[in-house]
Nanobody, 124 residues
């Protein structure tokens, strides 16, 4: 059974930074793409960023490009999301997800396993 455990959320002010981490266990981490999604109250879950199995390619939603960076350490089974210059519209529960394959995608149904989520709140 795959387990994903996120950490690093919190309450920050506009312009601050946060670093989210996700540690995976249960199957060969290096064989699968990883992604971060978020869900704000009353809104659908949306794609934030993803990274392919080797870390060679990364993808972001337009609103976070230049502010967020996704990375992975396959030796430590971890994926991180560095979030800089945070804005109130970034407020959401952030979820780590493991894809069904090596590349992943921007749709939630391309991911097989999910973490429990971590709250990020950005005050103005």
């Amino acid at each position: 059974q795959v387990q994903l455990v996120e950490s690093g959320g919190g309450l920050v002010q506009t312009g601050d930074s946060l670093r989210l981490s996700c540690t995976a266990s249960g199957r060969s981490f290096a064989n699968y793409a990883m992604g971060w999604f978020r869900q704000a109250p009353g809104k659908e879950r949306e794609f934030v960023a993803r990274i392919t199995w080797s870390g060679g390619s990364t993808y972001y939603r337009d609103s976070v490009k230049g502010r967020f960076t996704i990375s992975r350490d396959n030796a430590k089974n971890t994926v991180t999301l560095q979030m800089n210059n945070l804005k109130p519209e970034d407020t959401a529960v952030y979820y780590c997800a493991q894809a069904r394959g090596q590349r992943g995608g921007d749709s939630w149904d391309q991911y097989e396993y999910w973490g429990q989520g971590t709250q990020v709140t950005v005050s103005s």
